[in-house]
């Protein structure tokens, strides 16, 4: 039982959950863009590659978190001596998974991700205490540019076609919804810290509205453009109401389980999306 408790926290606390959602975009690109059958070697890649991300970001967090997220702390607290190795062996595993691959497209598309994901906390979060909801715009950004992982896995050049344009906004709006409803979890450390986030400037019932709003009217309106045309698509739209709905039912309640339901969301894409491949 230790252990399985043990793996749970690690999945739960340690970024994997999300670094499996990012797989769950890259996943859907292939399935809605391109159009073929994933590659699993870039799914693997694309998993090393935000797990590194996540893991820096809980390392440097380290030591504020033990005030606000003890829970968290305690858990990494077991191995914390061992983080700068575990990060520096993601790196070259990541490195020579991208040298096997001999993808230039591929290894400055990682590159890029990797260098402004690390450089998130250290930078660019901080832009939100002059720009209202920048570290939200940022990070929904990176997940919609995973569905460009495929074209540059195969080098193949991008057509922004509408059916890209659409699912691109599509993606970067459910991300964006995502973080505005995890940002009410830290309202209070934000106005502290001065950061402009949606909670931050309107409060926390204002915000949650705002995404009860869209989880509604966004569907709805790709709904009745006819997207429903695709059936991993539709349960992806379907999903997602689901989703948000979930996630404010618990957040209202002041319930955790709706700020994990919130950053599961596109972990649960990607297991909609293969119940969905399997069925179909």
């Known amino acids: 039982m230790k252990i399985i408790n043990f793996l749970w926290k690690e999945f739960i606390f340690n970024g994997h959950l999300q670094s499996l959602g990012a797989v769950g ?3 859907f690109s292939f399935l809605s863009l391109l159009k073929t059958s994933p590659s699993v070697l870039l799914l693997i890649i694309i998993y090393i590659l935000f797990e590194t991300i996540y893991l820096f970001d809980r390392f440097r967090d380290y030591f504020k978190d033990i005030k ?6 305690s858990h990494l607290k077991n191995y914390l001596g061992y983080f700068p190795i575990i ?3 993601m790196v070259i595993a990541l490195v020579l998974l991208l040298l096997y691959v001999n993808s230039v497209n591929l290894i400055f598309y990682c590159g890029f991700i990797l260098i402004f994901g690390l450089g ?5 979060k901080k832009v939100t205490k002059y720009i209202f909801m920048f570290k939200n715009f940022y990070v929904a950004l990176f997940h919609a540019i995973l569905l460009l992982a495929p074209y540059a896995y195969f080098q193949i050049s991008l057509e922004v076609t509408p059916q890209f344009s659409l699912v691109f906004i599509f993606v970067y709006v459910e991300a964006l919804l995502s973080q505005i409803l995890l940002d009410t979890k830290d309202t209070s450390a934000d106005k502290k810290a001065g950061l402009k986030t949606t909670s931050a400037v309107f409060g926390n019932d204002l915000a949650i509205n705002i995404v009860l709003v869209l989880s509604i009217a966004i569907p709805l309106v790709y709904l009745l453009m ?9 349960s992806l739209l ?3 109401i689901f989703i948000n709905f ?15 339901i919130a950053a599961s969301k596109f972990f649960i894409w990607l ?3 293969l119940g969905v491949n399997i069925i179909v």
Request: proline residues 2%.
């Open 25 to 27: 975009i890259v996943y």
């Open 68 to 73: 606000t997220n003890k829970e968290r702390s």
């Open 87 to 89: 990060l520096a062996s």
């Open 120 to 124: 998130y906390p250290l930078y660019f």
């Open 226 to 234: 006819g997207i429903y045309s695709r059936q991993f698509l539709l």
């Open 238 to 240: 379907a999903g997602s």
């Open 246 to 260: 979930g996630s404010i039912y618990y957040i209202k309640a002041k319930r955790l389980k709706g700020y994990l």
């Open 271 to 273: 297991l909609i999306l």
